[in-house]
């Protein structure tokens, strides 16, 4: 089976023009997507993951935003489409669902008939077969007795189940790529498998291809079979799973490696990574991370890294050697295995 | 739900009697009122209505014909038992049940109050949605401007100057008569326009402004993101930012008809509409403590019960809101 590309985003750059000077919230970004992938992007809050995506999907406001670059969906570039031609895609080729599904649904209409409004703003069928067809993809999502859930309030459903609800909405016209964003940060740990779980089957069965949005490497590591390492506007690193997790190169990667809770590794100490995320208006000289790095030399503060393969056999964003990276992680993992013993 | 308004209609009632209870009290205390404080230890009122250099004999029968002879908590529970039964007692200047006064004067005061408001609400909820859709526009730019011009300018003024401007210099208006609409409604009309206007504008002022920020934040709420996502378009993306924005508004709506339903009482007096509000001032001058008493009870009723409807038709507006 040959592998159909979904997204093509190709040097993104969003830069918000404000007050306090100019925010490159995204700044230089490229990543593809295929049809069956669970793209994972990870990095610290304020990294640039949602206005990623939102841009991507026509939400972020051109007015407010300058954005330069390509983002290719199945082979038409968004950033040169019109309003009218966003919306007809928004919803019915690409959808997407957030992070607090508190606040997403709106509180004063019916759960029910929001996927309705959902189905109808792109298909002209009956309202009683869009009814039908809702209760379907309630039941289809794990929602016990759609038909009476339906028409409850979202106040009256669980965090699990507006998440739920959000993922059978976002289904509701078949798209070939659904993005998430954070979709279990807010929920309990319990419900974030399940959810992570239906996010997973969903994909399978529409075959499409998933975005995950999160700040934790841990999910990524269970459901996504690419990983994007995201700091400051950029990617530091990219590759499938096996290779950021199996052979880190970059030490902001590690970073959030450490940080990781396992299981495993009982007692090991977690280890945030120190300082605090460069502002995005005065962006550090060199590579950005440079300044929390306890690994950087020379060119760091000057020379900016590119992200390119440095012989690890996926791209990473770090001026270090293949070697001595592979030497620097192997010594940082010791205590913890020693650890675990 | 019916528990609920059970019982806030029976809190209604002592709401009503402690208003009731505390303007009795003012109008009893007060040099000039009813209380045996004035000259000779009688009741001001009864010797006011005595006329000049009266008898003694002849208050005293005054008094005991207005009940004013009795002990004050004799004469605030009999005002209260025929309260109950509808009954206000008699103007102590016409005789006329106040009552039947009363509701003479709320055609009047029904028409402004009901005009202006829907003034105030058409006009404000449309300037303020435009004026949020087209942030930082001319438009939006010059309604603050006015609305700012129109919060600082007090009633009378506003009133005064729209008189001598349309009345006055255009002459497109005259202060006339006030007719009902059911006798003649063009004249009735033509009557009112201009107190409507003048009654409203603070209100277009207030509405717009509260219109337009309410949208503003709703704008940036996640579920109006997810209504985007989801590929409605742009105009059913504003009606759900305005189910979420007009909410509130409806609840301020019906407050502030309940208040002008007891009577406005500079609008009316500037207009010469014989409502019920020029009719309390009148009372007041004049120290007629049942109509004082009358008027000022109405007035809380309208408040009360639009605090109730307010309340129920919000439960139907936000299904997050139980009564219990
Ligand atoms: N409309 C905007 N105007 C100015 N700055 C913005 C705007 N939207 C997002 N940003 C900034 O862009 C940065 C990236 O935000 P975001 O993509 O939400 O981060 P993440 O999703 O990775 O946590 C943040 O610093 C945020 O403050
Ligand atoms: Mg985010």
Not at chain 1, 247 to 276: C, F, R
Not at chain 2, 243 to 255: D, K
Request: aromatic share 8%; charged share 20%; hydrophobic share 45%.
């Amino acid at each position: 089976m040959s592998t159909e590309t979904l997204l093509e985003v190709k040097d993104l750059r969003v830069h918000f023009p404000t007050g306090d000077g100019l925010v490159k919230a995204v700044d230089g970004l490229s990543f593809t997507v295929d049809r069956g992938d669970t793209f994972g992007i990870v990095g610290e809050s304020g990294s640039g993951k949602s206005v990623t995506n939102l841009t991507a999907l026509g939400l972020t406001d051109r007015n407010a935003a300058n954005i330069t670059g390509e983002v290719l969906f199945k082979g038409r570039d968004l950033l040169k489409l019109g309003k009218e031609d966003l919306r007809k895609i928004r919803g019915k080729e690409m959808a997407m669902i957030f992070q607090d599904p508190f606040s997403c649904l709106h509180p004063f209409y019916r759960v029910g008939d929001q996927i309705v409004e959902a189905i109808l703003c792109h298909d002209k069928i009956p309202k009683k077969q869009a009814e039908q067809r809702t209760y379907d993809l309630l039941g289809a999502v794990g929602i016990p007795k759609p038909k009476e859930r339906f028409r409850d309030f979202p106040h009256q459903y669980s965090g699990g189940m507006r998440q739920r609800a959000m993922i059978a909405m976002a289904m509701a016209h078949n798209p070939d790529l659904l993005i998430a964003d954070e979709p279990t940060t807010a929920l309990d740990v319990t419900v974030q498998a399940q959810i992570l779980d239906l996010i997973e089957r969903v994909k399978t069965e529409f075959d499409i291809g998933v975005i995950l949005i999160t700040h934790d490497l841990g999910v990524v590591s269970e459901v996504a079979n690419k990983v994007m390492v995201m700091y400051a506007g950029r990617a530091v690193e990219m590759g499938t799973r096996d290779e950021v997790f199996g052979n880190p190169q970059h030490p902001y990667t590690w970073g959030l490696l450490e940080s990781i809770p396992h299981v495993d590794h009982k007692g090991s100490k977690l280890v945030p990574i120190e300082g605090a995320p460069p502002s995005l208006i005065r962006t550090p000289n060199g590579c950005s991370f440079h300044p929390r790095c306890p690994h950087r030399f020379d060119p760091c503060d000057k020379d900016d890294p590119e992200i390119k393969d440095r012989g690890a056999g996926h791209p990473d964003a770090c001026h270090l050697s293949a070697a001595e990276k592979t030497r620097v992680w192997a010594e940082r993992q010791a205590p913890r295995t020693k650890a675990a013993s | 739900m019916t528990q609920y308004i059970v019982r806030r209609l029976l809190w209604s009632w002592v709401m009503l009697m402690l208003v009731a209870a505390s303007v009795f009290a003012i109008f009893f205390i007060l040099p000039g009122g009813s209380g045996k404080a004035g000259p000779g230890g009688h009741s001001s009122v009864a010797v006011m209505m005595a006329g000049k250099n009266p008898r003694p004999e002849l208050v005293e029968n005054i008094e005991q014909r207005l009940g004013l002879d009795q002990p004050v908590p004799v004469q605030f529970g009999r005002y209260i038992w025929r309260m109950v039964h509808g009954d206000l007692g008699y103007s102590y200047q016409s005789n006329q049940p106040v009552l039947e006064a009363i509701l003479l004067r709320l055609p009047p005061t029904a028409s402004l109050a009901i005009g202006a408001s829907i003034i105030w609400l058409v006009l404000g909820v449309l300037i303020g949605i435009v004026s949020a859709i087209k942030r930082r526009s001319l438009f939006d730019r010059s309604s603050m401007v006015f609305a700012l011009i129109f919060l600082s300018m007090p009633t009378f003024w506003l009133g005064l100057l729209a008189i001598f401007f349309f009345d006055g210099a255009l002459d497109i208006y005259d202060v006339g008569s006030y007719v009902g609409i059911t006798s003649d409604p063009v004249q009735w009309f033509k009557v009112m326009w201009l107190p409507w206007l003048v009654l409203a504008l603070t209100d277009v002022a207030i509405y717009s402004r509260l219109v337009r920020s309410n949208l503003l934040e709703v704008q940036n709420e996640d579920y109006v993101r997810t209504a985007r996502a989801k590929g409605l378009p742009e105009h059913s993306v504003i009606r759900h930012q305005l189910r979420s924005a007009l909410t509130p508004v409806v609840t301020m709506y019906g407050l502030d008809l309940g208040i002008l339903l007891g009577g406005a009482i500079i609008t009316e007096r500037i207009f010469n509409i014989p409502g019920i509000g020029a009719y309390a001032v009148h009372a007041v001058t004049s120290s007629n403590l049942p109509v004082i008493l009358g008027t000022t009870v109405l007035a809380a009723f309208f408040v009360i019960v639009a605090n109730l409807i307010v309340d129920i038709v919000y439960a139907f507006l936000d299904p997050r809101v139980v009564y219990k």
